[in-house]
């Protein structure tokens, strides 16, 4: 009994001690990059030694890896079955994240600069934004075509277009966000965007070419 109670407190202990790290290495990552910071910067941040880091972690790129991960886990650990909801309802959740993401500029951060890093030669989290907006777009481009069915709409062209167009609209207030926190309202922003192309699909306009000067 004492020894398995020791057990628990040392995993308790353990996962407390990760969580801490992931925490510095949100920090260091999003204000120096993931070139730039060290694991020396987030030891530091911690109280600890680059190999106690080394040893929770096993490698920087590992490190930078569950840093996404513990990103994607606070993005859903408000709701009840710990995953993005299907259907119509993800675009609501689209919207509730924004907000949310309004709260945690931190976790922006680290997320903007590590997905724009992503797109240089052989960087170790390619293949997880590119994994991520796979599986988005997947997921939003069945939102898109189960709101289509509850609506009525048969046209669906437009709901490839649509799906990629929600989450770099996202992505990019997010930026814009980043550099003026004080113009841009994330949340209020990000609904319009949102609600705007589900409108556009749902029912759209006339073509731009199509407008009178």
């Not at 991520?132 to 069945?142: C, E, F, H, I, K």
């Amino acid at each position: 009994m004492i020894k398995e109670t020791t057990r628990i407190r040392r995993e308790e202990e353990r996962a407390r001690k990760r969580t801490e790290i992931l925490k510095a290495a949100v920090e260091t990552f999003g204000t120096k990059g993931s070139a730039n910071g060290t694991l020396a910067d987030i030891a530091q941040q911690v109280g600890m030694t680059h190999a106690g880091v080394l040893h929770h972690f096993g490698s920087k790129d590992n490190l930078l890896l569950e840093v996404l991960e513990y990103r994607d886990r606070t993005d859903v650990e408000g709701l009840a079955e710990k995953h993005i909801p299907g259907g119509p309802d993800l675009f609501l959740h689209l919207v509730r994240t924004a907000l949310l993401n309004a709260t945690r500029p931190g976790i922006v951060q680290v997320f903007t600069v590590l997905s724009a890093e992503s797109v240089t030669e052989e960087h170790p989290a390619r293949e997880y934004f590119e994994r991520r907006y796979q599986n988005l777009r997947g997921d939003v481009d069945a939102a898109f075509r189960a709101l289509c069915a509850q609506e009525g709409v048969t046209d669906q062209a437009t709901i490839g277009m649509a799906s990629a167009s929600i989450l770099a609209v996202m992505d990019g207030l997010q930026l814009q966000w980043l550099l003026a926190p004080q113009t841009i309202d994330l949340g209020e922003a990000s609904e319009f965007a949102i609600r705007s192309i589900v409108n556009g699909v749902l029912d759209p306009g006339p073509e731009l070419g199509t407008y009178k000067h």
